[in-house]
């Protein structure tokens, strides 16, 4: 079986060199020459731990292959994954126009028989409205040509989803009729001798299911921050709280992690997606709303108790700022909090200094403001500053040398957004410190 890849994204991409590392002969599709360039060369275009190897191996195979040529890669294969991006409207609404252009592509271009796979989070309705794209564009051809539409939603994590492609804990599918269901059978065999699980389903519920996933993990993360500011009130332990949460299998001990709030590619987008979903479907629904809410306000607490420490003016400080993806293991910056709050320090007039292994370029590029610098290590941008937030937990900040940290500030203030330190221990080491929902060391 031969396979077309529409978008190389993270999720694109990831689908595209895992299936060629499996065997198969794999095309995928970008608009970017500059990206297809790079691409072919070997060299990768997003941050992902083993996506480098995998790329040059199969490139090397020639069973991997970029390209800008819509015909080259709609003829090319009998199976086309659709992934390209689907960006939130300013209504909250996924954006399918990059979703409509890549079915009106294939149907434009197709000769023979397709099976056509969204692998792109989309609303319900969606691949209907592919199905209708590409009969659409067929008739304006006068070309008869079968095809069939799957919904096959992906579940990468940014940062693990090369080990999430090669190794699925579940595969999703929605389809129409056996003949298509027989066809996914095959083209996953791999991945179920490995374990993994198919599921088959109608197509609007495949559609749903990807949606309701992330809405729940957002809600469970959401839920754990209202948690931790209950704490803060009442003199309570937020890691105490989830130790005990986690213990009760119902729970689990997963996305159970007070912080300063989701971010990325998928929560904010889709949370907002299927909130406007049940709007245009007379349906509100309360607890979603009430998640994207939380998680504002999340951010907006912790920055406004960091300036309410260091001061409202920034004018002559400086904050040091460590961790801008939103998450580690990617150098995604999508709805970081990391980038609310340096735009809110740079507001007030402070001056920002910034350390991220991996996304400092991006974020460079995102917030493009002078009074915002970027370094080179973790210790550079700590040169006497005002206080030290932390958006991120990269490893490399999991063990600092704190008494070098306290000499290069000129005031030891931590604002820890992801409690990734021990309170006991900090308040050895005398500097003054401020996490989520647990209570502060040192402060006045």
């Excluded at 060369?41 to 941050?47: A, E, H, K, V, Y």
């Excluded at 599918?173 to 599921?199: D, T």
């Excluded at 729970?251 to 159970?256: E, K, M, S, V, Y």
């Excluded at 909090?337 to 735009?343: K, R």
């Amino acid at each position: 079986m031969k396979i077309s890849v529409f978008g190389t994204g993270y999720v694109g991409l990831a689908t595209g060199v895992c299936f060629a590392d499996m065997g198969y002969t794999v095309v995928c599709l970008d608009i970017d020459p500059e990206k297809v360039n790079k691409l072919n060369l070997g060299i990768p275009t997003i941050f992902e731990p083993g996506l480098e190897e995998l790329l040059k191996r199969n490139l090397a195979a020639e069973r991997l292959s970029f390209t800008t040529d819509y015909k080259k890669a709609v003829d090319a294969s009998d199976i086309l994954f659709i992934a390209v991006g689907t960006p939130s409207d300013e209504n909250g609404s996924a954006n399918l126009s990059y979703v409509v252009s890549a079915a009106e592509s294939i149907g434009q271009f197709m000769t023979s028989k397709k099976t056509i796979m969204t692998k792109s989070t989309v609303p319900v309705g969606t691949n209907f409205l592919i199905k209708k794209t590409i009969s659409e564009t067929l008739k304006k051809r006068n070309a008869q040509i079968e095809f069939d539409i799957v919904s096959n939603p992906e579940f990468l994590r940014e940062g693990t989803a090369i080990q999430d492609c090669l190794n699925p804990d579940r595969i999703v599918v929605g389809v129409e009729h056996e003949r298509a269901a027989k066809v996914i059978r095959r083209l996953y065999e791999p991945f179920i001798k490995n374990g993994a699980k198919m599921i088959e389903m109608d197509i609007s519920s495949a559609e749903v299911t990807k949606y309701a996933a992330n809405a729940f993990l957002a809600t469970k993360i959401s839920i754990m921050n209202e948690f931790s500011r209950l704490c803060d009130k009442v003199g309570a332990n937020i890691e105490n709280v989830r130790i005990g949460l986690s213990a009760d299998h119902r729970i689990g001990p997963h996305f159970i992690y007070a912080g300063v709030g989701y971010g990325g590619s998928c929560f904010p987008k889709d949370v907002k997606a299927l909130i406007h979903t049940g709007q245009t479907h007379d349906e509100q629904l309360h607890i979603l709303e009430a998640v994207e809410k939380t998680n504002q306000y999340q951010r907006q607490r912790f920055v406004e108790r960091i300036l309410s420490r260091i001061g409202k003016t920034g004018q002559g400080k400086k904050v040091a700022v460590w961790g801008v993806a939103f998450k580690p293991g990617t150098d995604d910056i999508r709805e970081s909090p990391s980038l609310y709050a340096i735009e809110k320090f740079v507001e007030a007039g402070y001056t920002v200094e910034a350390y991220d292994p991996v996304a400092a370029e991006n974020a460079r590029v995102s917030l493009n403001s002078k009074q915002v610098t970027f370094k080179s290590s973790q210790d550079e941008v700590l040169n006497d500053a005002d206080v030290l937030c932390i958006f991120t937990e990269w490893k490399s900040f999991l063990q600092p040398d704190f008494p070098k940290l306290k000499k290069l500030m000129k005031k030891p203030i931590v604002f820890d957004g992801r409690n990734i330190y021990d309170p006991e221990f900090i308040k050895e080491t005398g500097i003054e410190y401020h996490s989520i929902g647990r209570p502060s060391i040192g402060a006045p």
